[in-house]
C-alpha cells in the first residue's frame, strides 16, 4: 500500500480503566522475566518448598503414615509459630535471591535509553509508573511465602480442628503482615538501585550488598561504640525481629543476637525510614527529563 494511501485511524480496541492502567506495565514485565529458562526454574523451585512443608503437616495428622514409615511422633516438627516463622525464613530467602535478578532489570533500563518520556508523555503518571514495577515483584514475592503460607495454615487448621485456626490466629496475621513488610522493603531498595545505578549487573551486586555487608557493618559499628543501636542498619534483623514481635516466637528459639538486640518498635520504625529514603531514591531519578550538567 502506498504511504499517501494510509490515513489516520483511530484506535478501536479494549481500552484499559484508569485506575488498572498500571498493570499494564506489570503484564509485559512478567512476559520479560519467565521467558527467562533459569528464573523460571528457579521460581518453579521457590513454589515446590511450600510443598515439603506441607508434607510436614500432613504427616503430623496421619497415623497410618506415620506407623508405616515408623516415624516416632515426637521426631516430627511441631507446627506452630515456630514452623511458621522458619516456612518465612526460607522462603525469603528464595525471594531474596529472585529480587536480585527480577529488580534492577525493571527500572535500569528505562532510564539507560531514555524512555521515561515516552511513559510519562501519555497519561500516565510517576505513581503509576512506581506502582507498575513495584507490581511486578510484589506479585512475585507474595506467591512464594504469604499466599502458600496462609494455604499451609489453612490445611493446619483443617487436620488440626477443634479450632486450632481461631486460637492461633496471630500466626496467619503475622505471617501475612511480616511477608509483606519484607516483600514492600525489598522491592522499594531493588527499584531504587534500579533507577541510580544503570547498569544491571552493578545494580544487582550492590542489591546483595546492602542486604549482606549491612549486617557486618552494624556489628562494627555496634562493637566500636559498644551500643545495640548499631544494628538499626542491619536489614536483615530488621525483618527478623518485626517476624518475631509479630509470631510471638518463645524465647531461646533464635540467637541471642535476634532475640535481644533491638526492640521491636525501633525495628518497624527504622524499616519504614528506610522506605521512605528509598522511595524519595525514586522520586528523585523517575522523571520525564533529566537535566545534565
Known sequence: MAVYERGFRRYTGLLTPA???FLVLARFAYQEVFRSRLLTAFFGIACIVPLVFAVLIYLRHNVSAIAFLE???????????????????????????LTAFVGPALVSPDLAHNALPLYLARPFSRVEYVAGKLTVLVGLLSAITWVPGLLL?????????SGWGVGNARIALGLLLG??????????????LS???????????LYFGATLVSAGFANAVAGVFQTQWGHLVNLDLLYKTV???????????LSEQVMGSLPVWSAWTALAA???LWLAMLARKVRAYEVVR
Open 19 to 21: 485506575r488498572w492502567r
Open 71 to 97: 516415624i516416632d511422633l515426637d521426631e516430627l516438627v511441631p507446627i506452630d509459630e515456630r514452623f511458621f516463622f522458619v516456612f518465612l525464613n526460607v522462603q525469603s530467602g528464595f525471594g531474596f535471591i
Open 153 to 161: 495454615f489453612i490445611l493446619q487448621a483443617f487436620l488440626e480442628g
Open 179 to 192: 511477608a509483606c513488610v519484607w516483600i514492600l522493603g525489598n522491592s522499594l531498595l531493588a527499584l531504587a
Open 195 to 205: 533507577a541510580w545505578v544503570r547498569w544491571r549487573p552493578v545494580a544487582g551486586a
Open 243 to 253: 517476624w518475631w514481635g509479630l509470631f510471638g516466637v518463645p524465647q531461646g528459639f
Open 274 to 276: 528506610f522506605c521512605l
